[in-house]
Nanobody, 122 residues
Framework: VQLQASGGGLVQAGGSLSLSCTAS???????MAWFRQAPNKEREFVAA????????EFAESVKGRFTISRDNSQKKVFLQMLTLRPEDTAVYLC?????????????????WGQGTQVTVSS
């Protein structure tokens, strides 16, 4: 499975961005997640979605502001980010998990994209 994230950019605080992650290879409706990593910080779970799209999970810091969705026919996962804050600034990475069930730890995911930079100015 190969993952390609896109959609990052520079936005002012309070603004919005939408990220997408396109999968290729032997992708069969895997559990997908978004993580983020800011400079000198640990990789942090953001959101995840089940293979069917029926179950989602979010980090407390983004609940109510971020939405995760997927289109399995296009092998895409999306992260809609609203009301962005400077502390949301990070490289956002998409990940896929071979096993079923959503987990929020990075070592639970087997495939990673290269990341896309999101910068929120104050």
């Amino acid at each position: 499975v190969q993952l390609q994230a896109s959609g990052g950019g520079l936005v002012q605080a309070g603004g919005s961005l939408s990220l997408s992650c396109t999968a290729s290879g032997s992708f069969v409706n895997n559990v997908m997640a978004w993580f983020r990593q800011a400079p000198n910080k640990e990789r942090e779970f953001v959101a995840a979605i089940s293979g069917s799209g029926g179950t989602t999970e979010f980090a407390e810091s983004v609940k109510g502001r971020f939405t995760i969705s997927r289109d399995n026919s296009q092998k895409k996962v999306f992260l809609q980010m609203l009301t962005l804050r400077p502390e949301d600034t990070a490289v956002y990475l998409c990940a896929a998990r071979r096993r079923g069930g959503i987990v929020s730890t990075s070592n639970g995911y087997d495939y990673w994209g290269q990341g896309t930079q999101v910068t929120v100015s104050s």
